[in-house]
């Protein structure tokens, strides 16, 4: 497996492999890695013959006061993951590589990013995007393989590679669970054992939603509520807990009846620790039986 540092170093990989008729995959990544990220990987390597992973903490979409400086790198440990995953190469580039001197250009989002964690975390979807965007610039056709953990920055990819032409497909795969349901995170080396215990009222809460909503539930605000009944007495903080538009990502008011499919998506702070969570409604089966 080759260890690539340079963007130059990327592109002439891709296109070397493309040259040699094999096709390309690529996993963007910002390392400490777990078994969801090598789940991606297998896809990615099912889909391709070259399978590239970006191990890149990217400080365009970390806000003021975020995690940042202590964002876990463990690039030998990443490394080792996706070989026995099946990447070819892993692109870990410096910050300069990526940014490099008078950077000034950012890839602008729309509606897709403007509810649910876009209205917590100002600029972190257009960080994402321009991110992304670069890595896309860099591997050139190929096939991407994401998380449906992350889900609106997963629409928010899919909308701007549609709206810019990218010839990339985009591939969204389930989010993978602890035996326990609780979604796999790099943020969960953050928590305690006790903050740990405390994070399963997450899966609880959407599948009290999952199961009211397979009985036939369909109003917006009662869906939401029980999902924050089990997350609010074990949260920090609660940032947002609500039903949205599964493709627009545009937030359901209250009283709003839904469809035969609805978002219900969560960010929750436990201690230092910002979690995400979500499941789509009528889609997904939820995470605990």
Do not use: W
Request: glycine share 8%; charged share 25%.
């Amino acid at each position: 497996m080759q260890l690539l540092r340079e963007p130059l170093e990327l592109r002439r990989a891709c296109d070397d492999a493309r040259a040699r008729g094999l096709t390309v995959g690529l996993v963007p990544t910002m390392g400490a890695l777990h078994e969801g990220h090598a789940a991606l990987v297998r896809e990615a390597r099912k889909r391709a013959d070259f399978v590239a992973v970006s191990v890149f903490v990217n400080p365009t979409q970390f806000g003021v006061n975020e995690d940042l400086a202590r964002y876990p790198r463990t690039l030998d440990s990443d490394m080792a993951k996706v070989e026995a995953a099946g990447a070819s190469a892993v692109f870990a580039p410096s910050e300069g590589g990526m940014y490099p001197p008078g950077d000034e250009t950012r890839v602008r989002v729309g509606a897709t990013a403007t509810d649910l964690c876009g209205a917590h975390r100002p600029g972190h979807f257009e960080g994402v995007a321009t991110v992304v965007a670069k890595l896309f610039a860099i591997a050139g056709p190929c096939t991407a393989v994401f998380g449906r953990k992350d889900y609106q920055q997963l629409q928010v990819i899919k909308r701007f590679t549609t709206d810019l032409f990218f010839p990339v497909t985009i591939i969204g795969l389930r989010t993978v669970r602890e035996i326990d349901g609780l979604a796999m995170s790099s943020r969960n080396a953050y928590l305690t054992p006790e903050q740990r215990s405390a994070a399963l009222g997450i899966p609880r809460g959407l599948t009290a939603a999952s199961r009211a909503f397979d009985a036939g539930e369909r109003r917006a605000g009662v869906l939401a509520s029980l999902a924050r009944a089990e997350v609010e007495p074990i949260a920090t903080s609660i940032d947002y807990v609500d039903v949205a538009d599964p493709d627009s990502v545009r937030a359901h008011k209250s009283a709003e009846i839904v469809g035969e499919r609805a978002l219900i998506a969560l960010a929750i702070r436990l201690g230092g620790a910002r979690l995400i969570d979500n499941m789509v409604l009528g889609e997904e089966p939820p995470p605990l039986p």
